[in-house]
């Protein structure tokens, strides 16, 4: 496994629509290993695969004392509330910004073994999941502030 390098906005290819994933093969399994090892050595909770440089519907999470989870052709099919959170993102490194999110989303994917999945999400994971998805739809979470006076730089002793 290696880390990959991770695109800094304002990279045009995450602006880019990432496309779905038609067949997992070895070149997507070790796509997926490299990408878990990058958002380690990131300290990062998720990773989309356009984040890396490469336009495939794949995403990586892996929240606080949790296992990563690898999902491909990720869907949200349903959410629900509301709620203020902090947000940051590998791609825009130093910042972060309080923006809305779902309080929990419903979501389908494949595993990476193929198989379909289905999962309800509550807190980090729900945001993280509303996070990586648009990753593959070309949105940052900054597309959500009015200004750019709402982003605030991170307190680099945090
Ligand atoms: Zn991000």
Do not use: W
Not at 47 to 68: F, K, M, T, Y
Request: hydrophobic share 40%; aromatic share 2%.
């Amino acid at each position: 496994m290696a880390a990959l390098k991770i695109r800094v906005n304002p990279d045009p290819v995450l602006r880019g629509k990432a496309k779905r994933v038609t067949s997992i093969d070895r070149s997507v399994q070790r796509l997926i290993d490299n990408m878990i090892e990058t958002l380690q050595t990131a300290s990062g909770v998720g990773l989309a695969a356009n984040q890396v440089g490469i336009p495939l519907r794949i995403i990586v999470i892996q929240v606080p004392d949790e296992d990563a989870l690898v999902f491909i052709n990720p869907e949200i099919v349903e959410k629900k509330g509301e709620r203020l959170v902090m947000e940051g993102c590998l791609s825009i490194p130093g910042y972060h910004a309080e923006i809305k999110r779902a309080e929990s989303v419903k979501i389908k994917a494949k595993n990476r073994e193929g198989k379909l999945i289905r999962k309800k999400a509550q807190d980090l994971l729900s945001q993280a999941l509303e996070h990586e998805i648009d990753h593959l739809n070309g949105v940052l979470y900054i597309d959500y502030l009015d200004s750019e006076d709402q982003l605030l730089k991170v307190d680099p002793e945090k």
